[in-house]
Structures are given as C-alpha cells and as structure tokens.
C-alpha cells in the first residue's frame, strides 16, 4: 500500500532557531499534503494543506509566517517551524491523500521540542 | 458549522463484550466519513469508509443521516483492539478531513 514517511521522527531545537520537517509520498505522487499538529491525547488539527507548485492553504488561526510550506514536486512537502518557541513544542503529522478513495494516508508524525 | 463529535474520551469494556463507539457530525453538504485507528506507538489507519459498507477486523458503521451519526460497531472486543479512534468526515469536492477529539479503547482481559 501506499506509504508516507516523515524526517526526522524526533527533533529538539533551541528557541529561537527554525526546523524543517519532511513528509514524502514513496511509492506514489501526492499534488497535495496536507500537515496536522496533535497536542498530547488531543485530535489532530490542521494547519494547512500543501499544494504542489503552488502556495499553501493555511486554516484559520495558523501563521504562515511562523509555518513555512513548500512543495517543491509530487513527492516531498516540507514544513518550517521558523523562530520556534516552547509552545511550538509538538507532535506534527503529514498525510496525503489516496487516489479516488477518499482516504488518506499518514506520516509516523515529528515530535518537536522547543528548549 | 462543521464539526465531528465523539463523546467518549475513554472507554473501558471487557474481552468478548460488544462495544460502541459513538460518532456525530454536523454537516451542510453530503457527508463522507472514515473511521482512523491509531495502535500504540503507530501512525493512523483506515479502519472504515461509509462508502464501502464493508466490515474490517470485526468492525462495522452505518451511516445514519437522520440521527447525523456514523457509531462505530463491533460485537466481541479483543484485545487487541485496544487503541485511539477517531471520526473524520471529509469536505465535499477535497480531500480536507474534520477530525473528532477520538475515544481511547480499552479492552480488558
């Protein structure tokens, strides 16, 4: 079946640095991505959806200054957590979606801490 | 507004009983909906689409319009059914999902 991975799995920064998470589609092309953050024992929000060649699509109360998306081809996304802060401190997961089915396939999420 | 209601944060039942776990929506347009299970330490899977009517693992769920529900159905727990659920109800014409907050399912032996 189709697989999404993350990179890295596990990062810790120092505030006021920024950190790039990858998500790749490996075995199929993704033209979208779509990026969640998951607070502890808590839902998954979205944050945005990532569009191949095009500018990302940012939900309500997100800061695309802050959450830099680039999809550069059909099979990576990156997020940025640019000038991170504790509070940034999270479990982030990517998905992208199958084809024609309706579901999605996710990421082994990123867990970031903020120092 | 859309939302997706999963009133249970928790719920404990024991091996071989059957278990329900509730699932609400609100939703202006024709609703899509999937159930994800996430195991300790894994990332999220689909469990169930309404669409394919299909029964996995044991599990069944029907859509219900008029009760705006899509319950999550299985009539022996097992252990290893023990994990996170959540609800998702995707936007009509994407591939945008709402999530609901998810139960924790815990079967005793």
Redesign the interface.
Known sequence: GAVVSQHPSWVICKSGTSVKIECRSLDFQATTMFWYRQFPKQSLMLMATSNEGSKATYEQGVEKDKFLINHASLTLSTLTVTSAHPEDSSFYICSAPGSGSGEQYFGPGTRLTVT | AQRVTQPEKLLSVFKGAPVELKCNYSYSGSP?L?W?VQYSR?????LL?H?SRESIKGFTADLNKGETSFHLKKPFAQEEDSAMY?CAL?YSGT????????TRLKVLA
Do not use: V
């Open positions: 899509e999937f994800y894994q990332r999220l899977q689909l689409r669409i959540y995707k591939y945008k999902y709402i999530f609901g907050t998810g």
